[in-house]
């Protein structure tokens, strides 16, 4: 039976004869790339060279991923299997990768014939609000609006000018006189709001006559819209139906069974989905993986060409619980780290209020969702009858340095308003990837990534402003840079995302397998602050100079 075409065959070279695969399945969401997969990913970049329309679909910027297999468990043949993420140059299906998990634009399918329909209604729609008739009457009624709006506002003020003026020659006139006039008062308070009441009504009447002309229009596009939002409703669950994914024992599931709510979009199409599917499908015995990005980075995200990622959580992370059952997987590094960093964390100061601390690299501030190690609960054993600890900060796990603690909750209230009104001062060294010289300000707006989490992304209309001062020290080479970094807010990876971004310093620290290019570790350090002692006041200043 011939091979598929989506089915390649390693280098014949001993730098591959002579690797064998790891033993146990790649742990998807923290990895160092295999030789064997480093190998397959380069082979993927040659094909996608030889290939003009991919290759320019690609450098647009794209997530590829390719799984080494064991075809064969009787000869324990080798090869590997490649795939894209989503579509690539406006199709789902190429030869040469794995197929996707649903075709949905195979020219047969019922999602292109629905989609055709929701378009449709899209064109109707932008047809009737571009309508001749239409608009004119829509300026008509916007026009008679503001006219009425202006003219009332100014009739109201006229009205209680004549009241205040009535008032006044009341306060003034004699007994008699006031006799004499209130009839004539009386009865012109009584013909101006007539005369208001009337205008007013003649006003809505114009403005309700325009309304009802508009309405076939507005009724016309209203249905149109829900309509079109209740296909489009009703497609994205059918294509969610569509997905039944297997795991290494042959179980199929629902793609909807692995979230609580609708799947986020596109979930189900990642690389890591799609190749795992089609190594079950033919009985493929899965040995290693990895993923990596080709072309240009997103605007508001930081991949750079080349660098393997782990795969997302945000989509991923349900959907690979189940596909990974029936294999022995590697055991999550991160927990096995922060096992071994835990015995390094050292307290630096402690009193009754208190308690700083310098972190290693490597260890949660606080507890994750991976039940690893984390500052919060080390310091909780070493300090058993305290009340707290409360953090009062956070360094990310890969950032080495200075820790402050409070071990109640006044001085982590105290402690607080200090970082809140930005009177705590500190300053972080870091050896970025690039020649940076003089100093400067960064100010690019941050939030979390919502489809990758914990990655943070610059976006102006969803991000939290984000500031930070940098000076550069010397060069550490003729490519690296040492930094000092002097943040003043607070934002997750602030300072790593304001250091790779293209309109910060374009320069990623050492070892940043976010947002540069990983190594054996990232080289920034918490390594000096300085803030008042929350009972007396008085000034505490820490410096641990990083061991890089």
């Given at each position: 039976m011939p091979s598929p075409s989506f089915l390649h065959a390693l280098p014949e070279q001993p730098s591959c004869s002579l690797l064998r695969p790891p033993r146990c399945f790649t742990f998807p969401f923290h990895y160092t790339p295999h030789p064997l997969c480093i190998e397959a990913a380069t082979m993927v970049r040659a094909y996608l060279r030889s290939q003009p329309l991919l290759?320019?679909?690609?450098?647009?910027?794209?997530?590829?991923?390719?799984?080494?297999?064991?075809?064969?468990?009787?000869?324990?043949s080798l090869g590997f299997i490649a795939a894209f993420s989503a579509q690539l140059a406006g199709r789902t299906v190429w030869p040469w990768f794995v197929p996707p998990i649903v075709d949905i634009l195979h020219p047969d399918s019922y999602f292109l014939s629905e989609e055709a329909h929701i378009d449709e209604?899209?064109?109707?729609?932008?047809?009737?609000?571009?309508?001749?008739?239409?608009?004119?009457?829509?300026?008509?009624?916007?026009?008679?609006?503001?006219?009425?709006?202006q003219t009332l506002k100014r009739e109201r003020q006229a009205l209680a000018e004549k009241k205040l003026a009535r008032d006044e020659a009341r306060r003034l006139a004699s007994p008699e006189l006031l006799r004499e006039l209130s009839p004539s008062f009386i009865a012109e308070s009584q013909r101006?709001?007539?005369?208001?009441?009337?205008?007013?009504?003649?006003?809505?009447?114009?403005?309700?006559?325009?309304?009802?002309?508009?309405?076939?229009?507005?009724?016309?596009?209203?249905?149109?819209?829900?309509?079109?939002?209740?296909?489009?409703?009703?497609?994205?669950?059918?294509?969610?139906?569509?997905?039944?994914?297997?795991?290494?024992?042959?179980?199929?599931?629902?793609?909807?069974?692995?979230?609580?709510?609708?799947?986020?979009s596109g979930a189900g199409e990642c690389c890591a989905p799609k190749l795992l599917q089609c190594a079950f499908r033919h009985q493929w015995r899965p040995r290693c993986m990895a993923e990596f990005w080709v072309g240009h980075s997103p605007a508001e995200e930081l991949r750079t060409d080349g660098n393997f990622y782990p795969a997302c959580r945000s989509k991923c992370r349900p959907i690979l619980?189940?596909?990974?059952?029936?294999?022995?997987?590697?055991?999550?590094?991160?927990?096995?780290?922060?096992?071994?960093?835990?015995?390094?964390?050292?307290?630096?100061?402690?009193?009754?209020?208190?308690?700083?601390?310098s972190k290693p690299s490597g260890m949660l501030s606080v507890p994750g969702n991976d039940e690893v190690p984390s500052v919060k609960e080390e310091v909780e054993k070493r300090f058993p009858d305290m009340e707290g600890p409360i953090v009062v900060h956070r360094l990310d796990m890969d950032t080495s340095g200075l820790m402050v603690l409070a071990r109640h909750f006044a001085a982590y209230r105290k402690l607080q308003s200090q970082f809140e009104h930005h009177t705590i001062r500190k300053r972080y060294e870091a050896i970025v990837e690039g020649c940076i010289q003089g100093e400067g300000t960064i100010s690019l707006p941050l939030c979390p990534n919502p489809s990758d989490?914990?990655?943070?992304?610059?976006?102006?209309?969803?991000?939290?402003?984000?500031?930070?001062h940098y000076r550069a020290v010397r060069a550490e080479s003729s490519s690296t840079t040492r930094l000092h970094l002097f943040p003043v807010t607070g934002r997750t990876h602030q300072l790593r995302v304001h250091c790779a971004h293209p309109e910060g310093l374009?320069?990623?620290?050492?070892?940043?397998?976010?947002?540069?290019?990983?190594?054996?570790?990232?080289?920034l350090h918490a390594a000096e602050i300085t803030f008042r002692h929350p009972r007396d006041g008085r000034e505490l200043h820490f410096l641990i100079p990083p061991d890089f």
């Amino acid at each position: 039976m011939p091979s598929p075409s989506f089915l390649h065959a390693l280098p014949e070279q001993p730098s591959c004869s002579l690797l064998r695969p790891p033993r146990c399945f790649t742990f998807p969401f923290h990895y160092t790339p295999h030789p064997l997969c480093i190998e397959a990913a380069t082979m993927v970049r040659a094909y996608l060279r030889s290939q003009p329309l991919l290759w320019a679909s690609a450098q647009e910027g794209k997530m590829f991923g390719v799984l080494i297999v064991e075809t064969d468990a009787a000869t324990h043949s080798l090869g590997f299997i490649a795939a894209f993420s989503a579509q690539l140059a406006g199709r789902t299906v190429w030869p040469w990768f794995v197929p996707p998990i649903v075709d949905i634009l195979h020219p047969d399918s019922y999602f292109l014939s629905e989609e055709a329909h929701i378009d449709e209604l899209s064109r109707r729609i932008e047809s009737l609000q571009r309508d001749e008739r239409f608009l004119s009457l829509l300026r008509l009624h916007r026009q008679q609006s503001a006219f009425a709006a202006q003219t009332l506002k100014r009739e109201r003020q006229a009205l209680a000018e004549k009241k205040l003026a009535r008032d006044e020659a009341r306060r003034l006139a004699s007994p008699e006189l006031l006799r004499e006039l209130s009839p004539s008062f009386i009865a012109e308070s009584q013909r101006l709001k007539a005369d208001f009441k009337r205008l007013q009504r003649r006003l809505q009447s114009e403005i309700e006559q325009t309304a009802e002309l508009l309405r076939p229009y507005e009724l016309k596009i209203k249905s149109l819209k829900a309509e079109r939002q209740q296909r489009s409703v009703a497609l994205q669950n059918w294509v969610f139906a569509q997905h039944s994914l297997l795991n290494a024992h042959g179980v199929s599931r629902p793609l909807t069974d692995f979230f609580s709510g609708l799947p986020p979009s596109g979930a189900g199409e990642c690389c890591a989905p799609k190749l795992l599917q089609c190594a079950f499908r033919h009985q493929w015995r899965p040995r290693c993986m990895a993923e990596f990005w080709v072309g240009h980075s997103p605007a508001e995200e930081l991949r750079t060409d080349g660098n393997f990622y782990p795969a997302c959580r945000s989509k991923c992370r349900p959907i690979l619980a189940h596909m990974l059952q029936g294999l022995e997987v590697e055991p999550n590094p991160v927990l096995q780290r922060n096992i071994a960093m835990a015995r390094h964390l050292r307290i630096v100061y402690a009193d009754s209020d208190i308690i700083v601390v310098s972190k290693p690299s490597g260890m949660l501030s606080v507890p994750g969702n991976d039940e690893v190690p984390s500052v919060k609960e080390e310091v909780e054993k070493r300090f058993p009858d305290m009340e707290g600890p409360i953090v009062v900060h956070r360094l990310d796990m890969d950032t080495s340095g200075l820790m402050v603690l409070a071990r109640h909750f006044a001085a982590y209230r105290k402690l607080q308003s200090q970082f809140e009104h930005h009177t705590i001062r500190k300053r972080y060294e870091a050896i970025v990837e690039g020649c940076i010289q003089g100093e400067g300000t960064i100010s690019l707006p941050l939030c979390p990534n919502p489809s990758d989490r914990p990655r943070q992304m610059v976006s102006p209309t969803l991000g939290k402003q984000a500031t930070t001062h940098y000076r550069a020290v010397r060069a550490e080479s003729s490519s690296t840079t040492r930094l000092h970094l002097f943040p003043v807010t607070g934002r997750t990876h602030q300072l790593r995302v304001h250091c790779a971004h293209p309109e910060g310093l374009h320069a990623p620290i050492v070892g940043d397998a976010l947002y540069g290019t990983a190594a054996r570790r990232l080289l920034l350090h918490a390594a000096e602050i300085t803030f008042r002692h929350p009972r007396d006041g008085r000034e505490l200043h820490f410096l641990i100079p990083p061991d890089f």
